[in-house]
């Protein structure tokens, strides 16, 4: 009974206890065990969490490798794309390299472009230093520019080293892509000099087609990049321990720390991941099949990442990170352990304690203060019982909370009537603030121009751009007019115009000129909004961007696209606008144009003898003179080369008086190039030959006008150059004649319809001592065609080549044939056309044929004409020299009829003078001739050179030229020229 009127005791005087001392006993139970345990814990858990960060971040280190790789080939494809598109890069694709051009205009474009893209390329190079060479190649796999980079260094390839690369498996498998697709190799290893394979290093080579302007395929051009740039991802500072490999999909080294075991499968060695991961390859599929990023294999932690799953040409490959496991665990797993239990043991034991206790004294009546709040927020407001014994904080906690119930009960009515206008004003404030921060940051981050006006055009407001492009501070310009921007180039009826607009329709938008803050006038396009709040203000927006530099680079294309770059007057592509102009004008006002088409006579002597920079400065001092003639709305251009157009206009509406305007325009233009050039210290003479057609009556578009003004050009040269022509519908019957016979002479050197004809030289005493090798062309329909018909247009094209080659081959093989017969052939004379001679190639050219028939060379005389020897007399003396020791001949064919000089027959190894056939028609006729003949054969005799007439078809001519002293003759007298196969010589006699 004592006991329990003791326990009763104890717990009355408990529950009066004040609850700060129940509550303290506690926390300072749980305060002396649990902090320990924590601590304890959350180091551990520290280390575990450092343990997974370690591995993320290792599996994040060998992401960014591969994703390092894979962007590597996407921008080089990307790139190798771009640089086919490049203008420059397409121009160049269509140089042609082994072709011998037939103008001016194209040499200069060839060597143009050629210089614009390779600096293209190298600039290409230096902006992208991961690439080890960037090569490009021609249809037949021949490279034709190499650029090598070696850390930075840029090295262009000479000429004379590069080769072909046709048998290339990267050149034959681009070539059979479809356009827009890039060829990517394998690895391979790879070095231009090809030296020792331990010292070549490793490429990548992406390749893609190239096409010119006239999408027709021209090559390929090729980027390599070297494996060596991936060498870094070996090196791995994520963490200390551990090796990091890329392999490909069979486990064999790409990459390896230890850069003898890298690449293995080129090298030809056997370094597999296998060897430094035994059972590594019993996994490998499973692995990558699946996918992993992180495994176990053997004790070690292995980390997988691949790299260029996208290209489908290449093998895929994987960064492997290998660190032993025990690097992971072995300062962490046993300590991690030990504590991990003693701290849950801990932390369990005091919150059980606590609970015990705290429930005891403290949650009981929470939890009854729990269950009525509860209901209070149910909208239950009711009170708390109290008994006696709670007398301390909880029982004042129970009074407060009945005194709160009551309160909340009253307070809940007007709660409910501010709800909703509250919740209205929140959403409504956080919408308009979210709207202006968005206006704010579109102010403040725009890079267009930006100021807000009021209605009296003060500023209010500009943003960073507006300051950037106008120089005015935010402080110089707040307050002041919109008119501190307003430019001198537009009055003030153009800005009237504006406001008027924007006040009617609420806004303006088009391009303006502003000012500067120095007062530099500048283009712009400008949008004006005019925006009215609420209380009836109106607002003027205003945004502008600065159209300088599109306006530059607009004026630069536009001038870039119209005109030539070397004399800058009008290019092709303008003169046909305005030619479309003219017309238009002549039929509106009935009046008459002329279009003159000009060619320098000859020209070509210019380049060939004193180069090219030399011609360019004549063909800049021509178009010079011929503005300085010509009218200021007439048009000077340049097609090209050395071609010039003047286009005429409103010259009268009388036919006559057009003609008699434009002759005078001419007479003027051949007066102004009367005076020599002098260029460079070098008086040259220019001579031009030019055609006329008049607009509308002949002609009415550019594309037949120019056509109709060069056909009478070419007429012009047919009268001997130097002159002019009008045009008229006979002459382009001339031209589709010399049309024609070009492409049927294409088609006769197909077909082989050109034969070689021989005609005899005799002595005095009627002894054969050689012949003259003559081709003739035996039409299928027409017979037999004379060379007079053909062989001045074949000399104006390229195919004056092909007939020297059938002419050089067919008499080689007659000379070789004759030999092995037995026959006796003394020599056989060949005509080497100008172009033939002025060819770089032309002494390989020669040595060709003999390499190939064995012919003897001194059996051929080379028949040259004094134009040949003028051009370049330096060249034409050590071209001859270098023949005339391998054994060849050399005569000078109608001598007496171009620029005859002692000096340079003293200075030439010739052999023979070959006397003109004209001055021999004349002998007996005009006395002129046989002064000329008669001072050629002395002047031959003096010199101890050989002499040859042609054209000798009378016994009086040769009678005359016996006595004279001529000692060779050629002609119809003797015989007529026949084909190889009707020549009969006489047997060589052997002695013994």
């Known amino acids: 009974m004592h006991f329990k009127q003791f326990y009763s005791s104890l717990k009355t005087n408990l529950s009066r206890i004040s609850i700060k001392v129940k509550l303290g006993f506690v926390l300072v139970f749980c305060a002396v065990f649990t902090p320990i345990f924590l601590v304890a814990y959350t180091a551990a858990l520290e280390e575990k969490a450092l343990l997974v960060k370690q591995r993320l971040a290792t599996q994040h280190s060998l992401e960014i490798k591969s994703q390092f790789i894979t962007n590597l080939f996407e921008s080089t494809v990307r790139n190798?794309?771009?640089?086919?598109?490049?203008?420059?890069?397409?121009?160049?694709?269509?140089?042609?390299?082994?072709?011998?051009?037939?103008?001016?205009?194209?040499?200069?474009?060839?060597?143009?472009?050629?210089?614009?893209?390779?600096?293209?390329?190298?600039?290409?190079?230096?902006?992208?230093?991961?690439?080890?060479?960037?090569?490009?190649?021609?249809?037949?796999?021949?490279?034709?520019?190499?650029?090598?980079?070696?850390?930075?260094?840029?090295?262009?390839?000479?000429?004379?080293?590069?080769?072909?690369?046709?048998?290339?498996?990267?050149?034959?498998?681009?070539?059979?892509?479809?356009?827009?697709?890039?060829?990517?190799?394998?690895?391979?290893?790879?070095?231009?000099?090809?030296?020792?394979?331990?010292?070549?290093?490793?490429?990548?080579?992406?390749?893609?087609?190239?096409?010119?302007?006239?999408?027709?395929?021209?090559?390929?051009?090729?980027?390599?990049?070297?494996?060596?740039?991936?060498?870094?991802?070996?090196?791995?500072?994520?963490?200390?321990?551990?090796?990091?490999?890329?392999?490909?999909?069979?486990?064999?080294?790409?990459?390896?720390?230890?850069?003898?075991?890298?690449?293995?499968?080129?090298?030809?060695?056997?370094?597999?991941?296998?060897?430094?991961?035994?059972?590594?390859?019993?996994?490998?599929?499973?692995?990558?099949?699946?996918?992993?990023?992180?495994?176990?294999?053997?004790?070690?932690?292995?980390?997988?990442?691949?790299?260029?799953?996208?290209?489908?040409?290449?093998?895929?490959?994987?960064?492997?990170?290998?660190?032993?496991?025990?690097?992971?665990?072995?300062?962490?797993?046993?300590?991690?352990?030990?504590?991990?239990?003693?701290?849950?043991?801990?932390?369990?034991?005091?919150?059980?304690?606590?609970?015990?206790?705290?429930?005891?004294?403290?949650?009981?009546?929470?939890?009854?203060?729990?269950?009525?709040?509860?209901?209070?927020?149910?909208?239950?407001?009711?009170?708390?019982?109290?008994?006696?014994?709670?007398?301390?904080?909880?029982?004042?906690?129970?009074?407060?909370?009945?005194?709160?119930?009551?309160?909340?009960?009253?307070?809940?009515?007007?709660?409910?009537?501010?709800?909703?206008?509250?919740?209205?004003?929140?959403?409504?404030?956080?919408?308009?603030?979210?709207?202006?921060?968005?206006?704010?940051?579109?102010?403040?981050?725009?890079?267009?121009?930006?100021?807000?006006?009021?209605?009296?055009?003060?500023?209010?407001?500009?943003?960073?751009?507006?300051?950037?492009?106008?120089?005015?501070?935010?402080?110089?310009?707040?307050?002041?007019?919109?008119?501190?921007?307003?430019?001198?180039?537009?009055?003030?009826?153009?800005?009237?115009?504006?406001?008027?607009?924007?006040?009617?329709?609420?806004?303006?938008?088009?391009?303006?000129?502003?000012?500067?803050?120095?007062?530099?006038?500048?283009?712009?396009?400008?949008?004006?909004?005019?925006?009215?709040?609420?209380?009836?203000?109106?607002?003027?927006?205003?945004?502008?961007?600065?159209?300088?530099?599109?306006?530059?680079?607009?004026?630069?294309?536009?001038?870039?696209?119209?005109?030539?770059?070397?004399?800058?007057?009008?290019?092709?592509?303008?003169?046909?606008?305005?030619?479309?102009?003219?017309?238009?004008?002549?039929?509106?006002?009935?009046?008459?144009?002329?279009?003159?088409?000009?060619?320098?006579?000859?020209?070509?002597?210019?380049?060939?003898?004193?180069?090219?920079?030399?011609?360019?400065l004549v063909l800049q001092e021509i178009a010079r003179r011929l503005k300085a003639v010509t009218r200021s709305n007439d048009t000077v251009a340049r097609l090209g080369g050395d071609e010039y157009i003047i286009l005429l206009t409103n010259l009268s509406d009388n036919i006559k008086e057009a003609s008699n305007i434009t002759t005078s325009v001419i007479e003027k233009m051949f007066q102004s190039l009367k005076t020599p050039c002098v260029i460079k210290g070098h008086e040259l003479h220019v001579t031009t030959s030019m055609g006329v057609v008049l607009f509308p009556e002949d002609g009415n578009t550019p594309q037949k006008l120019l056509k109709q003004a060069d056909t009478a050009m070419y007429s012009a040269k047919d009268k001997g150059k130097n002159t002019f022509s009008f045009y008229h519908s006979d002459m382009q019957a001339m031209a589709d004649k010399r049309l024609l016979i070009e492409r049927e002479l294409r088609q006769a050197l197909k077909n082989d319809d050109l034969v070689v004809y021989y005609q005899a030289q005799y002595n005095q005493a009627h002894e054969l001592i050689g012949f003259e090798a003559l081709v003739r062309w035996i039409h299928p329909e027409r017979g037999l065609i004379s060379p007079k018909d053909f062989i001045p247009m074949a000399e104006e094209s390229d195919l004056i080549m092909e007939i020297g080659d059938k002419i050089f081959s067919d008499v080689c093989d007659f000379l070789v044939m004759a030999e092995k017969s037995g026959q006796i052939i003394p020599q056989i004379s060949i005509n080497i056309s100008p172009r033939q001679f002025s060819s770089l190639n032309f002494i390989d050219w020669i040595n060709s044929f003999i390499d190939k028939t064995g012919a003897n060379p001194s059996q051929i005389m080379l028949e040259i004409t004094e134009g040949i020897i003028i051009r370049n007399l330096e060249r034409t003396i050590s071209n001859m020299q270098i023949l005339k020791n391998s054994g060849f001949r050399f005569s000078i064919d109608d001598f007496g009829t171009g620029y005859s000089s002692l000096s340079y027959l003293k200075q030439l190894p010739i052999d023979e003078l070959k006397i003109d056939r004209s001055f021999i028609c004349d002998i007996g006729s005009t006395q002129d001739s046989v002064v000329i003949v008669d001072t050629i054969v002395s002047m031959a005799r003096h010199l101890n050179l050989e002499l040859i007439a042609e054209g000798v078809e009378t016994k009086e001519q040769l009678d005359y030229l016996v006595k004279c002293g001529c000692n060779g003759f050629q002609g119809y007298y003797f015989g007529l020229p026949v084909p190889g196969e009707q020549i009969k010589l006489e047997k060589q006699t052997k002695t013994s």
């Not at 060897?275 to 699946?290: E, I, Q, R, T, V």
């Not at 960073?464 to 001198?488: C, D, M, Q, R």
């Not at 005109?563 to 009008?570: I, K």
């Not at 144009?593 to 380049?607: C, P, T």
């Open 80 to 616: 190798v794309i771009f640089l086919t598109q490049v203008p420059t890069v397409r121009i160049f694709s269509s140089i042609d390299f082994l072709g011998e051009r037939k103008d001016l205009e194209n040499r200069m474009l060839d060597q143009f472009s050629k210089i614009n893209s390779t600096e293209v390329f190298i600039d290409f190079l230096k902006s992208n230093l991961l690439y080890q060479q960037l090569t490009y190649l021609d249809n037949s796999g021949v490279e034709r520019l190499k650029i090598n980079q070696q850390q930075g260094e840029i090295s262009l390839i000479d000429d004379e080293l590069l080769v072909e690369r046709a048998d290339q498996t990267f050149f034959n498998k681009t070539m059979a892509l479809s356009k827009g697709e890039v060829y990517i190799s394998a690895i391979e290893f790879f070095d231009d000099q090809e030296t020792d394979k331990n010292n070549l290093y490793p490429v990548i080579r992406l390749a893609t087609q190239v096409y010119d302007k006239q999408e027709q395929l021209q090559g390929v051009l090729v980027i390599s990049v070297s494996g060596q740039i991936l060498l870094n991802v070996t090196q791995d500072s994520m963490l200390k321990n551990g090796l990091t490999f890329v392999i490909d999909s069979d486990g064999y080294y790409l990459l390896h720390p230890d850069v003898s075991k890298s690449w293995s499968k080129l090298r030809g060695n056997q370094y597999t991941l296998q060897s430094d991961l035994p059972g590594f390859n019993n996994k490998l599929n499973h692995l990558l099949s699946n996918s992993p990023q992180h495994s176990l294999i053997q004790d070690n932690e292995v980390f997988f990442s691949p790299v260029i799953t996208k290209f489908n040409k290449i093998k895929t490959w994987y960064i492997v990170k290998i660190i032993p496991s025990s690097l992971f665990l072995e300062s962490t797993q046993l300590y991690f352990f030990i504590v991990l239990v003693i701290s849950i043991l801990g932390i369990f034991i005091s919150l059980y304690l606590g609970y015990s206790l705290a429930k005891f004294w403290l949650l009981n009546p929470l939890k009854e203060l729990i269950k009525m709040t509860n209901s209070i927020a149910n909208g239950d407001y009711v009170t708390l019982a109290l008994e006696d014994n709670q007398k301390n904080e909880i029982g004042e906690l129970f009074l407060s909370f009945n005194q709160m119930s009551i309160a909340l009960s009253k307070a809940q009515q007007e709660r409910k009537k501010h709800i909703d206008s509250l919740n209205k004003e929140i959403s409504e404030r956080k919408k308009i603030e979210s709207d202006l921060l968005l206006h704010r940051t579109f102010f403040e981050q725009s890079t267009d121009a930006m100021f807000i006006a009021d209605d009296n055009s003060l500023i209010t407001y500009v943003n960073p751009a507006f300051s950037e492009i106008t120089g005015y501070s935010s402080k110089e310009v707040i307050g002041n007019k919109t008119e501190l921007l307003h430019s001198t180039k537009n009055d003030e009826k153009f800005y009237q115009k504006i406001w008027g607009k924007v006040n009617k329709n609420g806004y303006w938008q088009g391009e303006i000129w502003e000012r500067r803050k120095g007062k530099e006038n500048f283009p712009a396009l400008q949008t004006i909004n005019a925006i009215k709040n609420e209380n009836g203000e109106t607002h003027y927006v205003s945004i502008f961007k600065d159209m300088s530099n599109l306006k530059e680079k607009e004026n630069e294309l536009w001038k870039l696209a119209h005109f030539d770059q070397l004399t800058n007057l009008a290019n092709r592509k303008l003169l046909e606008e305005r030619i479309n102009s003219a017309l238009s004008e002549a039929y509106r006002h009935k009046s008459i144009g002329a279009l003159i088409f000009m060619d320098l006579d000859n020209f070509k002597h210019i380049n060939d003898s004193l180069g090219h920079n030399h011609g360019d």
